[in-house]
């Protein structure tokens, strides 16, 4: 699923579905770069919806019409990114049974879209800074430099400045990067825009799920509403997804949609009582608890990862798998 979900139903800006006053300065941002040649660098949580924005600026451009090739650097291991960005020759590693073209030439004439950004490792990073210096890719095992005309936009939810203080990102790469600065806001600085979405997503899940529409009640709006959304978009869609699948017609309530529990009282006896209080779960339900309760704590998915001592993509990994699980 792309970054927030696939929430509209047209290509560009019309799928960002919301009327609030940041959506509209989101469109209207989007629209202007849209025009330009110039690097894009999305900010935002995750599951704001900036792989929706990539694809918006894409489609609105005069490059409209050549591909979008998105590539997430966290979902691939740091031995093959090279290889996947910019392609390889026959036999330059295990595996490599063909000469072929990386991410960067597949995009020419179009929008290479890199999601993460900062989970680029930083050799990587220097060969990035090299392309988007000369125009050209060197594919490895081949020393030919090739010609590859891709506009970049690139993407992340963590801050690039203390990432640069931290040494994980290069100074130079990003000011090379930020020309065009775009931010994605959350969800919950989007005012009624969460009901506006779940309105727009019922019938489309619906029809996927091949179920009857349900109809979204008061109450389940009002919950919709007063609900925070750390997950942002993502986790809006999972919730009516799940809402539609579970409830098979019915009328999407808060319970249906997850927003009716209230918390648990915390145990008197600190973290060896919290622990008791798990016992009888299996592992893989424990971790899930610790993780969303994490991210309710930290108020997003990247804080609640550094928090809990994982990477930010192993933490988008497993609510990927409980997503489609």
């Known amino acids: 699923m792309p970054d927030g979900g696939d929430f509209g139903a047209e290509a560009g800006a019309d799928r960002l579905i919301g009327s609030s006053p940041a959506m509209r300065a989101l469109r209207r941002r989007l629209a202007r770069v849209a025009r330009s040649e110039a690097t894009v660098l999305l900010t935002g949580e995750s599951g704001a919806g900036k792989e929706l924005c990539a694809e918006s600026i894409h489609a609105a451009s005069p490059r409209a019409a050549g591909p979008f090739v998105p590539v997430n650097c966290g979902a691939i291991p740091a031995e093959l990114i ?38 680029l490792p930083l050799a990587s990073q220097t060969r990035l800074l090299r392309f988007l210096e000369t125009g050209a890719v060197t594919r490895v095992g081949d020393p030919t430099p090739r010609a590859a005309d891709a506009r970049i936009v690139a993407a992340t939810n963590r801050d690039p400045a203390a990432e640069m203080a931290a040494g994980r990102l290069r100074e130079d790469l990003y000011w090379r990067l930020h020309v065009l600065p775009v931010h994605a ?8 825009d969460a009901v506006e979405i779940a309105r727009a997503l019922l019938p489309r899940l619906a029809a996927e799920e091949r179920v009857p529409v349900p109809r979204l009640g008061p109450e389940a709006e009002a919950a919709i509403r007063a609900h925070r959304w750390p997950g942002n978009v993502r986790e809006l869609a999972n919730a009516l997804r799940r809402a539609v699948v579970l409830g098979e017609g019915e009328a999407a309530t808060p319970e249906l949609l997850g927003l009716a529990a209230s918390p648990a009282p915390a145990p008197e006896n600190g973290a060896e009582g919290a622990a008791e209080a798990l016992l009888g779960l299996p592992f893989a339900e424990i971790e899930r608890l610790v993780i969303s309760a994490a991210i309710r704590r930290w108020g997003s998915a990247p804080k609640a990862a550094r928090a809990l001592g994982l990477s930010p993509s192993t933490l988008y990994r497993k609510q990927e798998g409980w997503a489609e699980g």
């Open 82 to 119: 090279e290889a996947e960005l910019f392609g390889h020759r026959r036999g330059a590693f295990t595996g490599a049974v063909a000469d072929r073209p990386g991410a960067a030439q597949a995009a020419s004439g179009g929008t290479l879209f890199l999601d993460e950004l900062c989970e």
């Open 185 to 192: 806001p959350p969800l919950r600085e989007r005012g009624e």
